[in-house]
């Protein structure tokens, strides 16, 4: 089946930048939609961005807390989806997980798969 793993993850200065990268194997027809999601300490999960297909191609949604210093972006051919995390804040620490919605052999309508999660620290 499907399969998502996420890397990418690690320690970061409050201000740095950092990229995490979802990456999707197996018998894939087509994805649609791709998404990050994140879930801090204390927290519970929530949607930070995502892509997915639209009228005019496709398009992109950010939580208003990271609208502005993340981007969400997908390379089609490697089925892979990147967040690209800018001024970033100790309040960002957590584990981030991809999500998408996937069309195999297995599975010919779209199934939604999740990723094990990259952890991101955000320290001095």
């Known amino acids: 089946q499907v399969h998502l793993v996420e890397s990418g993850g690690g320690l970061v200065q409050p201000g740095g930048s950092l990229r995490v990268s979802c990456t999707a194997s197996?018998?894939?027809?087509?994805?649609?939609?791709m998404g990050w999601y994140r879930q801090a300490p204390g927290k519970e999960r929530e949607l930070v961005a995502g892509?997915?297909?639209?009228?005019?191609?496709?398009?992109?949604n950010y939580a208003d807390s990271v609208k502005g210093r993340f981007t969400i972006s997908r390379d089609n051919a490697k089925n892979t989806v990147y967040l690209q995390m800018n001024s970033l804040k100790p309040e960002a620490t957590a584990v981030y997980y991809c999500s998408m919605g996937v069309r195999s052999s297995s599975s010919p309508s779209y199934l939604g798969v999740w990723g094990q999660g990259t952890l991101v620290t955000v320290s001095s």
């Open positions: 197996g018998s894939i027809f087509s994805i649609g939609f």
């Open positions: 892509i997915s297909s639209g009228f005019s191609g496709f398009s992109t």
